[in-house]
């Protein structure tokens, strides 16, 4: 495939600071991004289409120099904002990560959580390692704020494994508050009882497993990579034969994966229809018991 990845390559360096301390570091990206692009052609010559910026009332075509920024407050209607008028508010590039507070990480909760980055030591490692291993130690998150490309972030910095990895966060004012969801009103009052609750979690316990994350893939990606390069290959390819067999393999996997699963729900209903026929014969007796306590005075 055409798509090489070659090593990570730093999109800021700095330090981490608090108090007195400052220790040299990296940041390089943790997740690579990997979708399908296309270009749009025109295909009487292959050539690339190209968009221009045009007046959306006249449909002229509109110079930079006659562009402005404006923020619609209302429908057609706009506060006219000048570059100068927002350099005053530019964070101040700090090249510094500063850390304010130690938190637990079950404090956070992960919907705060955004784009995650690798911290990796700019210099001598030695006081990058004594800081993950104290962080590791005692469980804490940092919290901590810092600028890059012109764009102050708050940051949460944690250890793994003996190295650190950073996740950038959500505002708290960014973050919907599911109150404000209507669908996710009253579901306290919903009514289950004690053997509808074992039935799920007889199907929980059935499907749980150890998350291994290479188990999971892009396979639109995949299929459409696997297209392109038989196109460039100019080998054949037959979209409904392909379909079809995509099909097929997915319903015997499924078919498997049901028939799978079913047996191990009906093994954990077996049980636990055992346990409340024990439990209820338990509670049977005790009431006899009592009954018999109650006549004997």
Partial sequence: M???????????????????????????HAVRRQSVSFNQLDERNMARIRYRKVNAE??????????????EISKGRYVIVDPDDLEAFMPVATKSVDLEEFVDLADIDPVYFDTAYHLAPDGPPKPYVLLARAMQASGKVAIGRFVMRNKQYTAAIRAEDGRLVMSTLAYADEVIDPSDIDELQGLDAVEVNDKEIAMAEALVSSLTADFEPEKYRDEYREEVMALIQMKADGEEFEVLEAA????????????????????????????ITLALAHAGQQYAEI????ARLFVGR
């Fill in 2 to 28: 055409w798509l090489t990845l070659g090593m990570a390559r730093p999109v800021w360096s700095g330090t981490i600071s608090f108090g007195l301390v400052a220790i040299p570091v990296k940041l390089f």
């Fill in 287 to 290: 009431e006899q018991a009592n």
């Fill in 244 to 271: 079809a067999e995509k099909r097929l393999a997915a319903l015997e996997s499924k078919t498997t994966v049901l028939a799978t699963r079913e047996a191990q729900v009906e093994e954990n209903l077996a049980a």
């Fill in 58 to 71: 006249s449909g002229e075509e509109v110079g930079d120099d006659h562009i402005v920024k404006g923020y």
